[in-house]
C-alpha cells in the first residue's frame, strides 16, 4: 500500500516555542492531506484539510494561526504548531489519498503520528 | 465532529474467540471504512464498504453494513493476541465537499489475551 511518513516521531519543547511537523507521502503524490488531532483514549478529531498549492481547509473551532499548515508540493504537508502551550500536548497524524481511485475509495493512508509534549 | 458510536468502548477476550464491534451513525453515507490502531501509532486501513453492499469479507474480518438502521459491524474470527488494538470506524458522507475527508467513530479498544 502506500505510504505516508511522519517526522519527528516524538518532540518535546519549551511553552512558547514552535514545533513543525512534517507528512511525506512516499510512494505517491497527494494534493490533498488531512491533520488531525487524538487525545488519549479518545478517536481521531480533523483539524484540517490540507490542499497542495492553495490555503488550508480549517475545521471549526481550529485557530488557524495556531497550526499553521504549508503544502508546498505534492509529496509534503507540514503543521507547526506556533508558540506551543502545555494543552497543545497531543499525538497529531496526518493522512493522504492516494491515486486516481482514491476520490471513489476513499481511503486514507496514515503517517505513524507524531507526539508532542509541551513542557 | 465525531459521528461515529461504536460500543462496546472496551471488549476482552481470550485467543480464539471472535470478537464483534458495532458502529452507528447519523448521517447519509458513501462508504463506511474500519481501521487499526496499535497504541501509539498511526491508523492502518482494514476494510471499506460501499453504501450499496451488505457485507463484505477479507481474510479473519467480516463487515456488516446496514444501511436502515445506520450501523455497521466488524467481526473479526479466531482473534490472536496480536490483533489487540483499538478500531476506529469513519463515515465519508454521501455528497461531500472535501475529497476524502473522514468521520471517526470514537473507537473499540481490543484486547486479546494470550
Known amino acids: 500500500g502506500a505510504v505516508v511518513s511522519q517526522h519527528p516521531s516524538w518532540v518535546i519543547c519549551k511553552s512558547g516555542t514552535s514545533v513543525k511537523i512534517e507528512c511525506r507521502s512516499l510512494?505517491?503524490?497527494?494534493?490533498?492531506m488531512f491533520w488531525y488531532r487524538q487525545f488519549p483514549k479518545q478517536s481521531l478529531m480533523l483539524m484540517a484539510t490540507?490542499?497542495?498549492?492553495?490555503?488550508?481547509?480549517?475545521e471549526q473551532g481550529v485557530e488557524k494561526d495556531k497550526f499553521l499548515i504549508n503544502h508546498a508540493s505534492l509529496t509534503l504537508s507540514t503543521l507547526t504548531v506556533t508558540s506551543a502551550h502545555p494543552e497543545d500536548s497531543s499525538f497529531y497524524i496526518c493522512?493522504?489519498?492516494?491515486?486516481?481511485?482514491?476520490?471513489?475509495?476513499?481511503?486514507?493512508?496514515f503517517g505513524e503520528g507524531s507526539r508532542l509534549t509541551v513542557l | 465532529s465525531q459521528q461515529g458510536e461504536e460500543d462496546p468502548q472496551a471488549l476482552s477476550i481470550q485467543e480464539g474467540e471472535n470478537a464483534t464491534m458495532n458502529c452507528s451513525y447519523k448521517t447519509s453515507i458513501n462508504n463506511l471504512q474500519w481501521y487499526r490502531q496499535n497504541s501509539g501509532r498511526g491508523l492502518v486501513h482494514l476494510i471499506l464498504?460501499?453504501?450499496?453492499?451488505r457485507e463484505k469479507h477479507s481474510g479473519r474480518l467480516r463487515v456488516t453494513l446496514d444501511t436502515s438502521k445506520k450501523s455497521s459491524s466488524l467481526l473479526i474470527t479466531a482473534s490472536r493476541a496480536a490483533d489487540t488494538a483499538s478500531y476506529f470506524c469513519a463515515t465519508r458522507n454521501a455528497g461531500g465537499t472535501s475529497y476524502g475527508k473522514l468521520t471517526f467513530g470514537q473507537g473499540t479498544i481490543l484486547t486479546v489475551h494470550p
Open positions: 493522512s493522504a489519498g492516494a491515486g486516481q481511485t482514491a476520490p471513489n475509495t476513499g481511503e486514507l493512508f
Open positions: 464498504i460501499r453504501s450499496n453492499e
Open positions: 510512494d505517491f503524490q497527494a494534493t490533498t
Open positions: 490540507s490542499n497542495e498549492g492553495s490555503k488550508a481547509t480549517y
